[in-house]
């Protein structure tokens, strides 16, 4: 028990910050201090969780003790990864978020409570090693996103973002479920490792339900991530969601939909392509995400208003890295039993959310006193009137289009080069169309910058907010940008471990003692 | 011994930063510093750094005492994993590169000092000093780099440096332009080096790290055994040096490069940035020793260079125009060296030549400084009354550049002349180098001239017949040696003239300007002065380091570097009897005496008609040597010229028809046009969303079932 409470201890603290805001916050006056000071007891708290997270992937116990409460969480270095970039996300929006929801009339407590619920259920979505667990993480996840996409509740934006996501969202939850009963019942268990176990001897007759299943799955995980055709709530309610929690979706959401993804890909459903029935995931991976991303870019292109086009970057973004997902170690074939993702996913993702964090801090300083100002024209002059936040904004930009030396070009370099190492190059034309749609949203991405810096300043004075921890949280951002993006080597490995870490390899290890009175029927029926 | 208690290796990154620190905060702070803040930021940085080589040395001496090939390398992490390749952000302090550590700090330091009396009522001081600063740190990196892609970050840091300091006055057009023209020509040189470095990358095991390249081409079974691959590397590094070293046909930047503060013509377009060149190829020892025809023409390149800027030396008028062409032709000797093989030499002759042209340099820089900015020697003469410190320097390194002993020049540019005729590749131990190559080549000439599986014998009579041409046409090479003897000797001869022309006209004989700078020209301030002062001594004693075995005294110098030079030695041969020696040196005695007399004949006997009746009698040569050979103008009709044409019209048609309209905008307004068709989808309806899904469901579908 100390043992599992041990491991889930960057889970636990988060949980521990969200009650404790929750508990706590009807007895601290209703003012901009109070507010402030859970934006920073929300940084530290989710700081401690990526402390907790950086000490167990140092000393993280010995290798039989890295599955929690009975194979349903685990500590992988894949789990401590994901959570400690989700962690991540939700420091920098805590930062972010005060003087923000001040400025538009909507501080109340409740929202760093409902920031801190969405990040545990993320961080249980990444470290899930079951059905049940991801199921649950998901929907506590999802739940405290929708309430916070609505949380500007005098804008109707606001409120009808958060209903249509909402709506979109159950759609795709009630995909999931039908798509997880299925797996029950042809396994006979939750956890990843017996579903693989049971899906790479298939019974006879099972091949129908297997695809059901798998399409049920997939259709809830490319929701999740915003894939073409399923993408269309997310420009809504991007646009509609208090600035710092659409970052922190493009951020936060993206980190652990594509978490949990890999688990069910590379996991629960690793010997599917083992099978006589020789899923197609992979290529189906790879047409999604083409299609995607040019569908993202395309759109993202016309958008006047720079939150839109962010969200609209976002789905290009999300298919860079459905086609990342099919580059697996060691032969490249996804769904070969002892394939893992390689680091291109996680170190691109990343890339990726702290330049939507950065990109999107740097968008709520403009504007004061309930306006939210994020069209290209109203950015005109803030290099000049607020040269940190137009630099930070610049920065995410130029990290967003993947140009040295930024960290968002060594993600894309790692993601292009795993990607054709696949096969010797199997998908070469997917990765041709993805430079050419990196070329086209380097237009978008750049037009920002102009506006930033290069158009003249009219008539209009536009006030900024200005505020301490908003300035951090920009120059995290900034400094993550820069930094790793000089000298990433250290944090591509990293990445490389967590990708190997997807199975745990003390879960197959546990099962295969337990449970051959289940397999070996399923093997004999076979012969 | 050195009482270090730890290990220098951790004092390389120090040393290479604190210069980059000094110009950090000049750079962004210099202007709420005051005037002596900045020169106390940007000397002690430098003198810091000097101190902190100096440790280094000693250190390193004291380590070879245990191990003779010690070297402290420090690895300060992996830049970039890619594949197979790897680069490492990492310093390498061998022998070679602590005398040129010792050499760019100790001279950057005392021109930094001297800058202090030179530039006293500039108003950008402060950016001076940064540049200045970032130029040490930069050259601190090229001679510390500890693989190929490291001193190619140094290589274009000491460019961009060069560039801003002879752009320096960039309000004056022609100093800006002559800053563009070093960088373009530098630029040029450099797309050689680029392509050697992917090259190297390429073949040899996919790292540029000096020690693992040492290893691999010293190693015949790893070795790329085509021996004009490796003529190609070696050829394009080269091109790289020509470029930085300023040798024909790239060295028409430096000239040029004199528009900058004299300081920086002391530092950088003399003593250090243009030996670059000198030090790569030297670095690369091993992999240049290896082709002796790329040798060969790198020595007839560095010859060629040497005498043909020695004779435009000859009747240049601008003091500092005439020391650019002796640093031009003093650099072609040291390329001659490394062409030979004499590595050793070379890297000695950049060592001493370092000290007296930077002295010459300064002692330049305080005429200047003493004349009001007066640049042309016609209109000085006699100044020695005025600025007796300046002139004794100025004597001195007249003397040792001359090469007249026992100054430092006689030591190295002798060693240079000898080593020239007396070294030779040694053929055999290159053939069998290359014996895999020749096996390869006589099978392909076998099978192609049998039709079918050739059969040994004809294999093994091939092979041999092509070893026989190799060794044949390496041997065939050594005539170039004697040519190049023979040029350098006619160099050594009018360098002698020319550096006393230069003095005499000068420093003796009658003033010729007007008395209004008569009476106010005055001597070095104490900062130049001292600077002058220990160039000068080092000009002197300089080159004792070095003195030939011939003197029965043990060469510490040669000896010092062998552990970085040992391969090259191994494949170039050669020692020359004593008496031999002895004769050799006595004729670069009698040349230098022969020059410097003549220069006493035509210039320091007072004024006299016979320089004019000399240029009268030839006046088209005469023309032409003053024109520069009209190499400018050459290049400017034929290469620079045209080029404006073409890209003009590149311009017209290709980048605004097809670039700009076919490519950029037309894709660019149907991406804009599609864009606008997507957003019809998106209409704000559940509804709509939710038809989406099922889309995407039944997409899903078909490629499931």
Redesign the interface.
């Known amino acids: 028990m100390l043992h599992d409470l041990a491991l889930t201890s960057p889970l636990l603290i988060l949980l521990f910050a969200a009650l404790f805001t929750l508990v706590v916050d009807p007895f601290l006056p209703s003012t901009t201090e109070a507010r402030s000071f859970w934006g920073r007891f929300g940084a530290g708290t989710s700081a401690m969780a990526i402390l907790a997270c950086a000490m167990l992937w140092k000393h993280g116990g010995n290798e039989m003790h890295t599955v929690a409460f009975g194979y349903h969480l685990s500590a992988s270095p894949m789990s401590l990864f994901f959570t400690a970039l989700v962690a991540m996300s939700a420091m920098l929006t805590h930062l972010s978020s005060p003087k923000y929801l001040v400025e538009q009339g909507s501080s109340y407590g409740e929202y760093y409570a409902l920031l801190h619920f969405a990040t545990f259920g993320m961080a249980v979505m990444v470290s899930s090693e079951s059905l049940l667990s991801l199921f649950i993480g998901l929907e506590i996840m999802s739940m405290s996103i929708y309430v916070l996409v609505a949380f500007k509740r005098t804008s109707a934006a606001s409120v009808e973002a958060g209903m ?1 996501y909402f ?2 969202g159950s ?1 795709a939850s009630a ?1 999931l479920l039908y798509g997880m009963a299925f797996l029950f019942g042809m396994s006979g268990g939750t956890s990843f490792i017996e579903i693989q176990r049971a899906l790479a001897m298939p019974k006879p007759g099972q091949g129908g339900w297997l ?1 059901l299943a ?2 049920m799955t ?2 809830a995980f ?2 999740k991530v915003a ?7 997310t ?2 309610a991007y646009e509609g969601a208090p600035t710092p929690i659409t970052g922190f979706m493009s951020s936060g959401v993206k980190v652990a939909a594509f978490g949990a993804f890999l688990k069910i890909l590379y996991a629960a459903l690793a010997g599917v392509g083992m099978s006589e029935l020789h ?2 995931m992979a ?2 991976l790879a ?2 995400g083409v299609v995607t991303m040019t ?1 993202g870019n ?5 958008q006047k208003s720079v939150k839109r086009m962010l969200a609209y970057s976002a789905i290009a973004h999300a298919g860079y890295l459905l086609l990342g997902c099919v580059a697996s170690v060691p032969d490249g074939t996804l769904g070969a039993p002892y394939a893992v993702p390689t680091g291109a996913v996680p170190f691109y993702l990343v890339g990726y959310a702290v330049a939507s964090l950065a990109a999107f801090a740097a968008l709520s300083t403009v504007g004061s006193g309930g306006e939210e100002l994020t069209g290209e024209a109203q950015l005109v002059g803030m290099g000049r009137r607020y040269p940190f936040a137009g630099a930070v904004l610049g920065l995410a930009m130029i990290s967003l289009a993947g140009v040295p030396p930024t960290l968002g070009f060594f993600g894309k370099l790692q993601l292009l ?1 795993d990607v054709l190492a696949v096969e010797n190059g199997k998908y070469l034309p997917h990765v041709i169309i993805l430079v050419l749609n990196s070329l ?1 949203s380097a ?1 978008y991405y750049l037009r920002v910058t102009v506006f930033v810096y290069m158009r003249p300043e009219g008539r209009t004075e536009r006030e900024y907010v200005r505020e301490p921890s908003l300035t951090w949280a920009m120059g995290i951002a900034m400094a993550a940008l820069l930094i790793i993006g000089m ?1 990433p ?1 250290r944090a ?1 490995t990293m990445a490389q471990t967590a990708g190997a870490g997807v199975r745990t390899a003390v879960a197959s290890r546990h099962v295969a003692h337990e449970l051959p009175a289940k397999a070996e029927p399923a093997a004999a029926a076979q012969k | 011994m050195t009482a270090f208690s730890f290990s220098p290796s951790a004092l390389l990154p120090i040393i290479v930063l604190l210069p980059l620190l000094g110009g950090i905060l000049n750079g962004l702070f210099g202007k709420r510093f005051s005037r002596q803040t900045v020169y106390a930021i940007g000397s002690t940085t430098v003198l810091a750094s000097f101190l902190l080589s100096v440790m280094v040395f000693q250190g390193l001496r004291g380590a070879m005492v245990t191990d003779p090939n010690a070297a402290f390398r420090f690895e300060a ?7 197979n390749y790897s680069f490492d952000f990492a310093f390498l302090a061998d022998q070679l590169s602590a005398v040129m550590l010792r050499v760019v700090t100790g001279v950057g330091f005392l021109v930094h000092l001297s800058t202090t009396s030179y530039m006293d009522d500039d108003p950008g001081i402060a950016r001076y000093f940064a540049y200045l600063n970032l130029f040490v740190f930069s050259m601190l990196m090229l001679v510390l780099g500890k693989n190929l892609a490291m001193l190619f970050i140094g290589w274009e840091g000491v460019g961009a440096c060069s560039y801003l300091l002879i752009g320096f006055w960039f309000k004056d057009m022609d100093k800006a332009e002559a800053g563009q023209k070093a960088f373009v020509v530098n630029r040029i040189g450099d797309i050689g080096f680029v392509v050697a470095i992917f090259l190297l990358l390429a073949y040899a095991g996919g790292s540029v790290d000096f020690d693992s390249l040492r290893a691999h081409f010293s190693d015949s079974a790893r070795a790329i055994d085509h021996a004009p691959t490796i003529t190609l590397i070696c050829l394009l590094l080269f091109v790289g040096a020509c470029g930085k070293s300023a040798q024909i046909p790239l060295y028409v930047w430096l000239p040029d490069a004199m528009a900058g503060p004299t300081p920086v013509s002391a530092l950088i377009h003399a003593a250090t940035m243009v030996t670059a060149g000198v030090y790569m190829i030297a670095r690369m020892n091993f992999l240049f020793a290896l082709s002796p025809h790329a040798m060969t023409v790198v020595m007839m390149v560095g010859a060629l260079t040497a005498i043909f800027a020695a004779s435009i030396g000859l009747v240049q008028n601008d003091i500092k125009k005439v020391l650019a062409y002796s640093t031009v032709s003093q650099l072609g000797f040291m390329v001659i060296a490394v062409g030979a093989g004499a590595f050793a030499a070379g890297i000695f002759h950049l060592f001493t030549h370092a000290f007296f042209k930077a002295c010459l340099f300064l002692g330049a820089g305080a005429v200047i400084h003493g004349l009001h900015h007066e640049q042309d020697i016609r209109k000085m003469g006699g100044l020695k009354k005025k600025m007796p410190l300046v002139n004794a320097t100025f004597l001195i390194s007249c003397i040792a550049i001359a090469g007249l002993p026992p100054l430092a020049g006689f030591f190295s540019k002798d060693a240079i002349l000898a080593e020239t005729v007396a070294l030779k590749p040694d053929a055999e131990k290159l053939a069998a180098y290359y014996e895999g190559g020749f096996k390869r080549q006589a099978f392909a000439e076998a099978g192609a001239a049998g039709g079918e599986a050739a059969d040994m014998a004809k294999v093994a009579a091939a092979e041999q017949g092509i070893k026989k041409h190799y060794i044949e046409s390496v041997e065939h090479l050594g005539i170039w040696r004697k040519v190049a003897f023979a040029l350098g000797l006619c160099a050594a001869l009018m360098t002698a003239f020319y550096m006393f022309r230069l003095y005499f006209l000068t420093f003796t004989g009658e003033y010729r300007g007007d008395h209004h700078t008569w009476d106010h020209a005055h001597d070095a301030p104490w900062p130049m002065g001292s600077a002058l002062a220990i160039l000068a001594a080092l000009s002197v004693v300089g080159g004792w380091v070095g003195m030939p075995f011939a003197h029965g005294h043990y060469n510490f110098f040669y000896h010092w570097l062998e552990p970085v030079l040992a391969r090259g030695k191994e494949l170039v041969e050669g020692e020359l009897a004593p008496s031999v020696e002895y004769g050799l040196m006595g004729l670069s005695v009698l040349v230098a005496s022969i020059g410097v007399f003549i220069a006493w004949q035509l210039y320091g006997r007072g004024v006299s008609e016979v320089p004019a009746r000399i240029a009268t009698t030839f006046r088209p040569v005469y023309n032409a040597l003053l024109n520069k050979y009209y190499v400018d103008e050459f290049y400017h009709a034929v290469v620079i010229t045209p080029l404006r044409a073409v890209s003009r019209a590149l311009f017209q048609v290709v980048d605004r028809v097809l670039v700009d309209l076919a490519m950029v905008r037309g894709p ?1 307004y149907a ?2 046009g ?3 068709l ?2 019809l ?2 209409t ?1 309806e ?1 509804q ?3 038809i ?2 099922v ?3 039944a ?3 078909w ?3």
Do not use: C, E, N
């Open positions: 249509k709506i979109m759609v995909f695809h798998v399409l997939m259709a490319l929701f894939a073409v055709p399923f993408h269309m709530w420009p809504d899923l197609p290529t189906m047409t999604f569908v395309l759109l993202a292109l016309t080069r086209v237009y000298l080597y591509m | 992490y992996h830049w970039i994993v890619a594949g660019g991406l804009v599609l864009s606008h997507g957003r989808a998106q704000g559940v709509a969303y939710l989406g899904t889309v995407g469901v997409a899903l579908a490629y499931l079932i």
